[in-house]
C-alpha cells in the first residue's frame, strides 16, 4: 500500500512537469508573446527591448527553469494589463469555481447515482429504457446551448431565476444543472453497469438464496461493492468536470478561474494564463491521485501490478 | 429484444447522420436562400409561427438578415468537415502512438504512456483553447489542434489492445516465421483493432463537432462569415435576451447531429463488438 502511495506520487509528480513543459513550450515557443503584446509597426529595437524585460530574450532552457522555479514557488508572473500577480488573480477566482463544481457534482450525482442503481435494479424495465435514452440524449448535448436555453427559459421567458453573475443561492440554480447535466449521463450509464456487475456476482446470489431482505441486499451488499466503481468514476470525470466548468463559466459569465482563462487567453494574458492552465491540471491531478488511493483503500485487492497491468 | 431496440437506435442514428451529410453535400440546393445574403430590410423576422413570422423565412433571420436556415443548413458542411477531419488527425496520431507503445514496450511504451498521462491530466478544452489563441484562428489551425490535443483516448485503448494481441499465438507465430515488426503490426495486429478503432473514431466525431462549435462559439474557431453552427450559437447569444431563435437553432442543430452520431456509433459498436460494451465506454470517459 505504502508502495503504491510513493510510486503514484512520484508519478503524478512526472505529470506536473509534463505539464509545465507543454504549457511553457506552447506559449513560448509555438507563439510569441512579444509580436502579439506590440502594435504590427513595432521596429525591432522596441521587439528587443520588450523582449529584455520579459526576461525572454535568454535561453529557452534557462527561461523554462526560471519558470519552473518560479510556479513551484507559485510564482507565475504579473498579469501583462493589470500587473496583478497572476496567482493572485487565479487564487481570487479559485472559491467560485470550486463553489460551481461542488455544486454541478452535486446535481450531477444526485440525478445519476439514484437512476443508474434504479435502472440496474429494474433492467430492461420501462424507467430503465427512459433512463437510457435520457442518458444518450443528454451525451449528445452541448452544454453551453443549455446553458443559453436555460437562461432563455427560467431569466427571460419566466424571470425566475437570474441569467449571469454569482452571488445568492439563486444565482447558482442555472449553472450547477447546467454543468451537473454535463456530468450525469455518463455516470449514470457506468453507475448502471457498475451495479449490473456486482448484482451478477455469486454473493448476491447467495445472499438472496439465504434469504436475505432485497433492502439489505442493495444497500449493504450490493450498494457497498458498487462504491469501487462510483469513486473510480468520480475521479476519472473531475477533469470532464473542469473543462464543463470552463464552458458554464463562459456561458453564464461566472466570476471563476476558467472564465478567467478564456479571457487571458483571447487577451494573450500568457502569465494568467500559464498559471490557469497548471493550476486547473494540477487539481486533476490531485483529484486522480486522491481517487487512485481511495480506490486502494475501498478495495485491498488492488495493488501495483494488478491495478496497472 | 434488446437487441433488436439497440438496431433501431443505429437506424435512427444513421438516418440522421445521413441527413447531416445530405444537408453538408446538397446545402447549394437545399438552400431556400444565399447564406450570405443580406438585406437589412429583413433582419430579425421571427420563425414562422410567431407573430410576424413568414415562409419565405421559415427560422426566421439574423440582425443582418441573413436567412437562419439557409445558414444552418451550410453550417453542416463547417461542422461535418471539421469533426471528421479532426478525427482522422487524432486517430492517426493515437493509433500511431498506440500500436508502438504497445507492440514494443520498455522506454517506447515508458515514453508514450507518460505523455498519454501527462495529456490526459490537462483540462482539455483550455489546452485546445491556449493552443488556437496562440496558433491563431482558422479552420486549418482548429484542425490541427483538435487533432493533436484529441490523440491521447486512442492511444489509451489501441495500446492495451496491442498489448493483449502481442502475446497471442499468431503474432507469435508471424515473429517465430521471421516477419518484420512494421509488417506484423500493419499485417496482423492492427486489423484486429480496426472494429474498435472504427467505433471509437465514429463516437468522437461527436464530441469534435461539440469542440469544434464551442470554439467557434467563442470566436476562436471558424471566423465570419462563414456560416458554422457554434458561431452562429456564439452570435446568438449576444441577442438571446430579446431574440431567442437566433441561439435556440444553431444549437439544436447541433445536439440533433451529435446525438445521431453517438446513437450510430453506439449501435455500431453493439453489432461488431458486443463484448466490448463496457471498455469502450470506460474509455471514452477519458
Same mark, same amino acid.
Given at each position: 500500500?505504502?508502495?503504491? !502511495?510513493?510510486? =503514484? +506520487?512520484?508519478?503524478?509528480?512526472? $505529470?506536473?512537469? #509534463?505539464?509545465? @513543459? &507543454?504549457?511553457?513550450?506552447?506559449?513560448? $515557443? !509555438?507563439?510569441?508573446?512579444?509580436? +502579439? +503584446?506590440?502594435?504590427?509597426?513595432?521596429?525591432?529595437?522596441?521587439?528587443?527591448?520588450?523582449?529584455?524585460? @520579459?526576461?525572454? *530574450?535568454?535561453? @529557452?532552457?534557462?527561461?523554462?527553469?526560471?519558470? +519552473?522555479?518560479? *510556479?513551484? %514557488? #507559485?510564482?507565475?508572473?504579473?498579469?501583462l494589463f493589470t500587473q496583478e500577480s497572476a496567482l493572485g488573480l487565479i487564487l481570487e477566482r479559485m472559491p467560485a469555481t470550486l463553489e460551481l463544481t461542488l455544486a454541478g457534482m452535486i446535481v450531477g450525482l444526485g440525478i445519476a447515482i439514484p437512476l443508474g442503481v434504479i435502472s440496474a435494479i429494474r433492467r430492461g424495465s420501462l424507467t430503465d429504457r427512459l433512463c437510457t435514452v435520457g442518458a444518450v440524449a443528454g451525451q449528445a448535448m452541448p452544454i453551453f446551448w443549455l446553458g443559453i436555453m436555460l437562461i432563455i427559459l427560467f431569466a427571460v421567458k419566466f424571470r425566475v431565476l437570474p441569467a449571469s453573475g454569482r452571488g445568492t443561492l439563486w444565482h447558482l440554480i442555472l449553472p450547477a444543472i447546467t454543468l451537473g447535466a454535463y456530468l450525469a449521463p455518463l455516470t449514470m450509464r457506468?453507475? %448502471?453497469?457498475?451495479?449490473?456487475? !456486482?448484482?451478477?456476482?455469486?454473493?448476491? =446470489?447467495?445472499? =438472496?438464496?439465504?434469504g436475505v431482505a432485497e433492502r439489505v441486499l442493495l444497500f449493504k451488499h450490493a450498494l457497498r461493492n458498487a462504491a469501487i466503481p462510483i469513486v473510480t468514476i468520480l475521479g476519472v470525470q473531475?477533469? %470532464?468536470l473542469l473543462g464543463g466548468a470552463v464552458v458554464t463559466e463562459t456561458v453564464f459569465a461566472w466570476p471563476g478561474v476558467a472564465s478567467l482563462a478564456v479571457k487571458a487567453i483571447r487577451t494573450y494574458d500568457y502569465p494568467v494564463v500559464q498559471g490557469a492552465v497548471v493550476l486547473l491540471a494540477l487539481l486533476i491531478v490531485v483529484a486522480n491521485l486522491l481517487t487512485d488511493i481511495a480506490i486502494t483503500y475501498l478495495d485491498p485487492r488492488i495493488r501495483l501490478g494488478k491495478a496497472h497491468g | 429484444m434488446g437487441s433488436l431496440r439497440r438496431l433501431r437506435f443505429l437506424a435512427v442514428g444513421a438516418s440522421i447522420v445521413l441527413l447531416a451529410v445530405l444537408c453538408a453535400v446538397l446545402a447549394p440546393w437545399l438552400a431556400p436562400h444565399d447564406p450570405y445574403l443580406q438585406a437589412v430590410s429583413v433582419r430579425l423576422i421571427p420563425p414562422v409561427w410567431d407573430a410576424g413570422g413568414t415562409w419565405r423565412h421559415p427560422l426566421g433571420t439574423d440582425p443582418l438578415g441573413r436567412d437562419l436556415l439557409s445558414r444552418i443548413i451550410y453550417g453542416a458542411q463547417v461542422s461535418i468537415s471539421a469533426g471528421a477531419l479532426a478525427v482522422l488527425v487524432a486517430m492517426t496520431l493515437g493509433v500511431l502512438m498506440g500500436l508502438l507503445a504497445g507492440y514494443y514496450g520498455g522506454g517506447v511504451d515508458a515514453i508514450i504512456s507518460n505523455l498519454v498521462n501527462v495529456m490526459l491530466a490537462f483540462p482539455f478544452l483550455l489546452l485546445a483553447l491556449a493552443a488556437i489563441a496562440v496558433v491563431g484562428p482558422s479552420f486549418g489551425n482548429m484542425i490541427v489542434v483538435l487533432g493533436v490535443t484529441g490523440w491521447p483516448v486512442y492511444t489509451r485503448v489501441v495500446r492495451a489492445e496491442t498489448l493483449k494481441y502481442r502475446e497471442r499465438e499468431f503474432v507469435q507465430a508471424a %515473429?517465430?516465421?521471421?516477419? #518484420?515488426?512494421?509488417r506484423i503490426i500493419w499485417a496482423h495486429v492492427l486489423p484486429n483493432l480496426v472494429n474498435t478503432i472504427i467505433v471509437m473514431a465514429s463516437l468522437e466525431v461527436a464530441r469534435m463537432i461539440i469542440l469544434e462549435s464551442f470554439l467557434s462559439f467563442l470566436g476562436l474557431g471558424i471566423q465570419p462569415p462563414i456560416p458554422s453552427w457554434g458561431a452562429m450559437l456564439g452570435e446568438g447569444r449576444v441577442y438571446m435576451l430579446t431574440?431567442?431563435?437566433?441561439? *435556440?437553432?444553431? #444549437? @439544436?442543430? &447541433?445536439? !440533433?447531429?451529435?446525438?445521431g452520431i453517438n446513437l450510430f456509433g453506439d449501435g455500431l459498436r453493439d453489432v461488431l463488438d458486443p463484448h466490448r460494451v463496457l471498455t469502450a465506454a470506460a474509455a471514452r470517459t477519458e
Open positions: 500500500m505504502q508502495v503504491y !502511495v510513493v510510486h =503514484r +506520487l512520484f508519478q503524478a509528480l512526472f $505529470v506536473c512537469l #509534463g505539464i509545465s @513543459l &507543454i504549457t511553457f513550450l506552447l506559449l513560448h $515557443v !509555438v507563439g510569441n508573446p512579444v509580436l +502579439l +503584446l506590440l502594435p504590427q509597426d513595432a521596429s525591432d529595437a522596441d521587439v528587443a527591448l520588450l523582449k529584455e524585460k @520579459l526576461g525572454l *530574450a535568454r535561453p @529557452l532552457w534557462a527561461q523554462y527553469l526560471s519558470f +519552473l522555479s518560479d *510556479a513551484a %514557488r #507559485g510564482d507565475f508572473g504579473q498579469s457506468l453507475t %448502471r453497469s457498475g451495479m449490473l456487475d !456486482v448484482l451478477t456476482q455469486d454473493y448476491i =446470489r447467495t445472499a =438472496r438464496a439465504k473531475f477533469g %470532464r | %515473429r517465430a516465421l521471421g516477419l #518484420g515488426s512494421s431574440h431567442w431563435w437566433l441561439a *435556440a437553432f444553431p #444549437g @439544436l442543430a &447541433i445536439f !440533433v447531429t451529435t446525438l
